[in-house]
């Protein structure tokens, strides 16, 4: 991943993130701070932390071939905020916890998973 800063647009800043192999497609948290990016081939959602320029996880996608699109954000009522992926491979829909300072617990998790109505579904 290469996270470039525009603020001097005369003097970018590059970040090389390592990361996980074929990255696809993703979006931001509802915060903004996290980017979330689908490793399609690998069934693994790679989350980067945009203000420290950092990789926070990679983590199963709970389903086959993530493909989120820029992915859905909501408030969940049980996990709070999370960022929603469906899958080419199955139905499944993934909600993966989004805020590691309120409920560290469920944050970069999979926290519940549903069936969709076909493949890509979201």
């Known amino acids: ?11 970018l800043k590059i970040t090389a993130i390592p990361a996980e192999r074929f990255l696809h ?21 790679a989350i980067v932390d945009t203000k420290e ?12 071939t993530p493909h ?3 992915g ?12 929603a992926t469906s ?7 993934s909600f993966i916890g989004t805020d590691p300072e309120k409920r560290k617990q469920h944050a970069w998790k999979v926290v519940q998973t ?5 493949g890509g579904s979201l």
């Open 25 to 45: 497609d993703g979006g931001f948290d509802r915060s903004g701070r996290y980017f979330l990016v689908a490793a399609n081939a690998r069934h693994r959602i």
């Open 87 to 93: 899958h080419l491979g199955n139905e499944t829909i």
């Open 1 to 11: 991943i290469l996270l470039v800063n525009y603020k001097d647009i005369k003097n």
């Open 114 to 118: 549903v069936d969709g109505q076909g």
């Open 68 to 70: 989120p699109g820029r």
């Open 53 to 64: 320029g950092k990789l926070v996880s990679v983590i199963d996608s709970g389903g086959q």
């Open 72 to 83: 859905a954000n909501f408030n969940h009522p049980k996990y709070g905020p999370v960022w």
